[in-house]
């Protein structure tokens, strides 16, 4: 397995790009500036879990989508809590996995079990490396607190944690900064789509040693 | 801004009142024909989307009264989709459903559609003909199950279909037989689809333009495809030919009824074993459709489950079941791909996303060691689904997810749309639990087969030499993916075998039928939704010609009751 | 690709409106010094024709050139000019426009050097961008497909800076020769020369708006307008080339000057029809930034009217020079 307690080095290939920037431009809608105001609005009180269930969510997210220091961090935790309080559910379980709401509440439960069981402390307060450990075995089918209940705990890993945190990660428009995806697309898409083009209101990807360049031209996009 | 914005359209229904609304204008809406509950209509159709959606309009369109209900919103797309995949979750049928088998099925997504349109609000537009010889399988290629319908009458109702949705395609196909000029030109391929035709044409296969349901220039109302690369996430600019802006317009203006969050429970049948009608959730409470006939159209999940959960005394294992293979031989296809990284900016979250195809290893025979066959294209996720891919069947998460996703506008990728055999023992029926409307939901079992697995290493050898030599890097294989559902409710010429004939009429009930995937015997290598259409045009064109002979059994009851009425009358 | 294009490809469109609407201005001058209606028709050789001749030609080499200059302005700002090669067809077009406004305003009966010099680059260039636009389209994978012929470069574009260029060149020929017996170019008669120029260039122009007008499926009735006027025009002007030049009675070729007019009209009324055809793509004007370059292009159709201007040029001078 890769080590996953180091910081993630994300390298800034599109500096100075903010998707945001073209909010109030032709490439998005009304129904658009609408749905991500609302999701921009998201406050750090959790709707669905209580405290002690958020503070190991946000714990969980920080593991699996870990943030740099230097941006403002997208709240996971929260775009969780909101979509299992709005009930937004995926449309199928496999055999053996409750409703979502339930698999989060109870695999929580479960996760925290294993944490006091196996390091004495709750989740949230250990060691990075000793959460990725948690988070691993639980990945790998290992742990089998009676917490779990008939719920495998490699499927609360795969089919709710990490779909659950990596979509609401991603859902973000500082993630799509980050990857230098064009956003929101309409009335206004694209024209230029052969290799290495770029519309003017897409982000300029920063070739070595000209990041300078890349930053200029990423922030006149609108 | 319309009368309407304070309504949600998937809480209070639209199209009541005499009106539905207009697709093409903001807030706009149509005038539409309204039927009661207790008016026996000729027809009501359970479903509105490519199988439902085509048929009430051509119904409609023979002068057959229709009412069509469907459990979705009937959605403005120029107001109400936005530019955001989570957002647009809101397409998708995410009703509670249990999946199990050895490889069990993500539902919900992009196999599962609810709104009036159904699933091809957010289909990928992909508008294939299947292969001449898939029609009759077991006899030529000896595996699956042949079609009671011949091909080259398929082939004019595919005509029929690409004309009503104006499809944009190459100027000549490279496979199959000669096939008419598509009404519309291809669109520019994106850097993606470059890709594809590097790989084809660097190991000396054909590739062409993939035909597509959106529009290279304008028609009527709606425009030409902007390129902006959402057309999974619902399309707002009209340009993708979903039912929803083709033959649903097309249906109102010819008479067709469309309800809209209108869930149906149950068929009710009488004891003639004749379908009076059906019972259907609108408006918080429970209504009563009477039809001479009812035809369902609700894919391969909702429709055995309706079917199953209608069962009554005299129909314990469900409706149209005397076979028993209602809910058995469910078909998804397979949908492995393979992914690198290319120097080149590729930017693929630009355009439809499967711009160009390869239909190869459809047309080959030779060089296979397994039946069926595969289309491939390339493809365009945008970041939600592409971190869950990479998290889901690529298993990264922390440090390394979140560096690979910086690699976004370099992934160049080829997936496939494989056939996968039926198999009885993968089947929809119904679990104890139920859902908000108190029915049963579906249980839906799936597991490949040897065959399946070999096509799909087939698929992914392949295609993995074909994106090397398209230069790509750091290549890898998704070997879970799968998507359409086919065949709970195959056709065929013999009732013990089949639910329905070739005309769609069930084999037990004679005024039920089922039009949609579900009556697929095969599913071939291609996506459906062109097959649907096809088949939805013909079955209306053979249920015109029956009425006209008076072989309609719902007319003969109608006409057997008037002359009731006007004996007792003249008594 | 830099942002920095903006201000190019904007005073490229500016520079072409002003001077489309400057060409097209009626000249008070002109008339003043029009030959006398009373001067007797078969007045034989007349230089003062010929350089109005050759003043028609520079207008519609002008014409032509605006044309160049909007549509590659346009066109290769959305190619990001990835090619520095791509800024040739401005430069050039813009000085073949200036070249000519400087013909139609020069009534001088012999030809200009620098003139010349303009007008045979803007023809080596039209010949150099078709092999570019060819190059660009065989290299793309699929090589000579309907996909790269219909998003590739365009073939048929670089013809029209080497129809400007040629006319321009004819018109300076036509000066040339103006006190001669009768005005020729490299020693063919000069109005049939042109006639037949100007015909092949209709063709060619007809050619590209059908190849892009069939992209468009000709979803528009109207679509079918520009290839099918124009090869007639073409026809008419290859018949009045062809003519018996001592045939009094056909000399003056009524029909065919009419359908000049109305393909000069024609390129116009496009204008308008593409304009149209923008504000239905998604987003319509408002979305201009995409509509501009993603609908039909708006520079496009005047070409044909800056074919329609030289062959009534030619028609002219043809009338007044019975063996031009």
Known sequence: MHDRSRPPAIPNRYPAYDVLAKRNGPSWNDKTREVIAERLSVTATPQFFSASEFQLVQAIAARIVPQPSSRPPIPVAALVDRKLHADIADGYRTDGMPHHREAWRRGLGALEAEALAAFHRPFAELSEAMQDQLLQRAEAGELKAADWGDMPCEDFFKRRVLRDVVLAYYAHPTAWSEIGWGGPASPRGYVRLDFNERDPWESAEAKPGREAEAARINRHVR | ?571 | MSNDTDWLVGAGLALSAIAATAMLQPRGQTKVTQVPASLPRRAGPHPRASVRAARRLNRAAGLLAVSVLADSSVEHYRGSFKNKAMYTPLAVSALTLAMSAHGTADRRPWAHRLRDGSYLLAAATGLAGTGFHVYNVTKKVGGFSWQNLFYGAPLGAPMAILLSGLLGFCSERVRDTSRAQRPHVFGLPAARTIAAVTAAGLLGTSGEAGLLHFRGAFHNPFMAVPVTLPPIGAALLFNAAARDPDDDQNRAHPLTRAWMWLLAAMGFVGVGFHAYGVSRNMGGWRNWSQNILAGPPLPAPPSFTGLALAGLAALGLMREHPDA
């Open chain 2, 1 to 571: 801004m319309s009368d309407d914005m304070s309504g949600d359209p998937q809480v209070t229904p639209r199209a009541s009142g005499g009106r539905a609304p207009d697709v093409f204008r903001p807030g706009g809406w149509v005038p539409m024909r309204s039927y009661r509950d207790d008016e026996t209509v000729d027809f009501v159709i359970v479903g509105t989307g490519a199988g439902g959606g085509t048929l009430a309009c051509k119904l409609a369109e023979y002068g057959f009264s229709v009412v069509a209900l469907d459990a979705g919103p009937y959605f403005r797309p120029l107001e109400d989709f936005a530019s955001d995949e989570s957002e647009q979750t809101k397409l998708y049928w995410t009703d509670d459903r249990i999946s199990d088998g050895a490889n069990p099925l993500q539902l919900g997504s992009n196999n599962s559609g609810k709104a009036v349109g159904g699933s091809t609000v957010h289909f990928a537009m992909v508008s294939l003909r299947f292969r001449p010889e898939w029609f009759k399988s077991r006899t030529l290629l000896g595996y699956g199950a042949d079609w009671p319908i011949d091909w080259r009458e398929m082939w004019s109702y595919y005509t029929e279909v690409e004309q009503a949705l104006k499809i944009s395609g190459p100027i000549t196909y490279p496979w199959g037989p000669k096939r008419p000029r598509y009404p519309y030109r291809a669109h520019p391929l994106n850097a993606a689809a470059r890709v594809l035709a590097r790989g084809c044409e660097a190991l000396g296969i054909s590739w062409t333009e993939t035909p597509l349901a959106t529009l290279s220039a304008p028609r009527g109302l709606a425009h030409p495809c902007v390129y902006r690369g959402f057309c999974v996430a619902g399309c707002s600019t009209n340009a993708k030919q979903s039912a929803l802006v083709t033959w649903i317009p097309r249906a109102l203006a010819a008479g067709a009824e469309i309800r809209d969050l209108a869930m149906v429970g149950r068929i009710e049948v009488d004891d003639r074993d004749l379908v009076t009608g059906v019972h259907y959730h609108r408006n918080g409470g429970w209504h009563f459709q009477r039809a001479r006939n009812v035809v369902v159209a609700g894919y391969a999940i909702e429709t055995p489950r309706l079917l199953l959960n209608s069962a009554t005394g005299r129909h314990r294992d469900g409706l149209a079941n005397s076979s028993g293979l209602v809910g058995r031989n469910l078909m998804t296809q397979s949908n492995q791909a393979v992914w690198g990284l290319m120097d080149d900016e590729i930017r693929s979250y630009k355009g439809p996303p499967s711009l160009a195809i390869t239909e190869h290893w459809n047309y080959a025979d030779k060089g296979k060691d397994f039946f069926g066959g595969y289309a491939y294209m390339s493809q365009g996720p945008l970041p939600q689904l592409w971190a869950n891919t990479l998290a889901q069947a690529r298993g990264l998460w922390g440090a390394r997810l979140v560096e690979e996703m910086t690699n976004y506008n370099h992934v160049a990728g080829l997936k496939i749309v494989g056939e996968m055999l039926p198999q009885e023992r993968n089947r929809v029926t119904l679990a104890d639990e139920v859902d908000q409307y108190g029915l049963r939901i579906p249980r839906v079992t799936y597991s490949w087969c040897d065959n399946d697995r070999r096509l799909i290493d087939h698929s992914l050898a392949f295609m993995t030499r074909a994106l090397q030599a398209a230069g790509a890097k750091d290549i890898w294989t998704q070997d879970d993916d799968t998507c359409h559902l086919n065949g709970t409710a195959r056709m065929g010429d013999d009732p013990r075998s089949s639910v329905v004939d070739a005309d769609c009429r069930s084999w037990d009930i004679p005024n039920l039928w089922i039009c949609d995937g579900s009556v697929f015997p095969t599913v071939g290598g291609v996506n459906p939704s062109l097959t649907i259409q096809a088949i939805a045009c013909r079955t209306a064109d053979r249920i015109r010609a029956m009425a006209r002979r008076g072989e309609l059994t719902g007319q003969r009851a109608e006409r057997t009751r008037r002359a009731v009425h006007a004996t007792s009358a003249s008594a």
